[in-house]
């Protein structure tokens, strides 16, 4: 006895007091999450758990009749539950409601506790929830920002230790020790919730109105590449997260690829003017098809530009001209161009899952036709960030920011921590190229099929894109119709990609859905922001200004030329206006007809030109317009040259260009 209660005493009496000591997990206040201007997106708060200790119960079947009605759980499985582990704590359920937890505290079950454990919170529901992302059941992140940021918001938790007997009953007098919890760090996002909130609303109803599988809108700060919204729809609440698929919580702008189409038309435009292979007036030839490395480039629409500058190309997104800067500037050269503009690799955002995009390997041979189609956008796939990041070059004067979604990392009692500067990765074309390609941006804008992204005052600079989608190694029906653009044009505050997947309506082009949903979100945007409008110089002149009407309707064009107090004819079959003279932009006396050209992309019919030597100007045109075919007038008298040549099948709606003299 002497030897254990004095030689060891101290010994033993530790070791029993370890045995009685029994730690219990405190959790830290996980970090709040909050928009630009610290409002709110995500918390913690107390919410009761309860959990078992079965060694302290003795009627496991009659614990488990009476505690499974409040627990959402049969009363086998609960009794299973019970069970399973016969000494230490099982956590049987978690965000119990106030009335379920006070009834059964109410039963006094031995060995059945209740706590308060902190609860991930959304208040603004389903607000930004592709970037908010997901917190478990324990409040740990497993998606989103809560996932990448895990270890900045979980905090260090603390301990709470008290000595309790055999039963887990606390002794009374007992020692007791208590580490507090340190609480984790919040975030301030880049994410501005006023913009958030109006980019959803737009998106969901485009989405609906034009029977689209998905649509997403991303709105970018160009000098900083801080994001100001990213929204995907259909959506989901974060709160209720079980509900959605992960399909449907999947962030597609930063983890899913696509074909781009048109929209990538000015990084190909681009990298052609920084080499100095081209110019606004240089001119190409596209015919109604171009025989390319086994293979045959088309214009999506079918149509034939004939002699075209390059801005004329740009502004009617014609396919055969940038497919042929491509193969001109040759993969070795191109190829590294795309790279700069941050593709085909990750851009290096703090947000989990993203992708390198698909570039082709420019040392592989016999793929002149795969990067003949890489010119307009065909067979690269990108993600929408990719896309948005690279047009934000060059409204950035060719300098091309890593985006982010964290502005600020502050304490809990909101002392600032860490600032996330805006971050240089590379420049991707000169500041002179960078304003070229803006101007025909611009331009694609002012005169050509991105004329309903359009707004006064604002000078809006971008690009239509209507892309075809693979599958099983072909083309198939579906398309993606997007705008991607930014305003304004001399000024750039935001940058806006708006991508609609697989509309189902007629018109199931960029230009139509996605270019006024753009309109919309930057005009309500910038107007937020108070950037304001540039007063519209009043036109003094008797004459009036031709409207831009290429790809509208019938009725939609009728009613614009109306309103511009002119007249109007047609010529040609189809749904939207493919051409017009005289051109946008012109100055004609009121009342001037407007002659407008049809097309129909589905009518694929051929004709023969005809002759039109020796013709005056109006003759020509009338004899064309009976093939079928359109015009461009080149110089004035009586016609001497034609382009193509009399014999030559077109299909049905394109355009011959006469050469004219006295």
Do not use: C
């Not at 070229?436 to 992204?453: C, F, I, K």
């Not at 009613?559 to 189809?574: I, K």
């Not at 932009?585 to 009342?591: E, I, L, T, Y």
């Amino acid at each position: 006895m002497f030897y254990l209660q004095v030689i060891r005493g101290d010994e033993y009496g530790q070791m029993a007091q370890a045995q009685r000591m029994r730690p219990q997990a405190i959790d830290p206040q996980r970090g709040n999450i909050l928009d630009r201007n610290y409002k709110t997106l995500a918390v913690s708060i107390g919410a009761d758990a309860v959990y078992a200790l079965p060694e302290s119960i003795k009627d496991l079947e009659g614990t488990a009749r009476q505690l499974a009605p409040y627990l959402d759980m049969s009363e086998t499985d609960l009794f299973k539950l019970l069970q399973s582990k016969k000494t230490g704590s099982i956590w049987l359920a978690r965000g119990l409601t106030p009335e379920n937890a006070q009834l059964i505290k109410s039963l006094a079950l031995p060995g059945i506790r209740i706590i308060k454990r902190p609860q991930r919170y959304y208040p603004q529901g389903s607000l930004a929830a592709h970037v908010l992302g997901i917190a478990g059941s324990d409040n740990q992140g497993l998606e989103g920002i809560e996932y990448y940021y895990e270890s900045t918001l979980k905090g260090v938790p603390g301990q709470l230790s008290t000595e309790r007997d055999a039963a887990q009953r606390e002794i009374p007098g007992g020692a007791s020790e208590f580490i507090p919890p340190q609480a984790g760090y919040d975030l301030v996002l880049t994410i501005d919730s006023v913009i958030q909130y109006q980019v959803e609303t737009k998106l969901e109803e485009a989405v609906r109105s034009t029977k689209s599988d998905r649509g997403l809108i991303l709105v970018m700060e160009p000098h900083t590449g801080e994001i100001l919204a990213n929204a995907i729809f259909p959506t989901f609440d974060p709160n209720n997260y079980q509900q959605a698929t992960t399909d449907r919580r999947r962030n597609v702008a930063i983890t899913d690829q696509y074909e781009p189409g048109s929209t990538f038309k000015f990084v190909t435009a681009a990298a052609s003017l920084d080499l100095g292979l081209t110019h606004n007036n240089r001119t190409f030839n596209s015919g109604a098809y171009w025989e390319v490395g086994g293979g045959r480039v088309r214009n999506s629409d079918g149509r034939t530009n004939g002699n075209i500058t390059f801005l004329e190309a740009i502004e009617r997104s014609d396919n055969i001209v940038f497919a042929q800067l491509a193969v001109e500037m040759g993969a070795e050269r191109f190829y590294p161009y795309i790279r700069e503009f941050g593709f085909g690799q990750r851009l290096g955002i703090d947000f989990p899952g993203e992708v390198n995009g698909t570039v082709a390997s420019p040392t592989r041979s016999g793929q002149l036709l795969q990067w003949a189609n890489t010119g307009f956008g065909q067979g690269i796939a990108v993600t929408p960030l990719q896309l948005l990041t690279a047009v934000s070059a060059i409204a950035n004067g060719g300098e091309i920011m890593r985006p982010h979604f964290v502005k600020e990392v502050r304490d809990s009692q909101g002392k600032l921590v860490q600032t996330i500067e805006p971050e240089v990765l590379g420049r991707a074309v000169s500041e002179s190229t960078a304003r070229q390609v803006s101007e025909l941006l611009r331009s694609v804008v002012v005169n050509g099929n991105g004329n309903r992204a359009d707004l006064p005052g604002y000078y809006v600079a971008g690009k239509t894109g209507t892309a075809e989608v693979p599958k099983g190694g072909s083309y198939g029906e579906e398309r993606i119709a997007s705008f991607i653009g930014f305003a304004p044009v001399d000024d750039p505050a935001l940058a806006v990609l708006v991508v609609l997947y697989n509309p189902k309506v007629e018109l199931a082009y960029g230009g139509v859905l996605a270019a006024p949903v753009f309109r919309e979100v930057m005009e309500e945007s910038l107007e937020y922001l108070g950037v304001k409008r540039r007063q519209e110089k009043k036109e003094r002149s008797p004459l009036v200004i031709v409207p831009n009407v290429a790809n509208y309707s019938k009725n939609e064009a009728q009613a614009r030329l109306e309103q511009a107090n002119l007249r109007w004819f047609f010529e040609g079959e189809g749904a939207l206006v493919a051409d017009q003279t005289p051109s946008p932009g012109a100055r004609v006396p009121a009342q001037t007809a407007i002659h407008l050209f049809f097309y129909d992309p589905e009518a694929q019919e051929e004709v023969i030109v005809p002759s039109v030597m020796g013709l005056s100007m109006r003759d020509a045109s009338q004899k064309l317009a009976e093939a079928g075919l359109k015009i461009r007038i080149d110089g004035s008298g009586i016609a001497y040259n034609q382009s193509p040549k009399a014999g030559t099948k077109l299909p049905k709606g394109a355009t011959v260009e006469v050469n004219f003299k006295l």
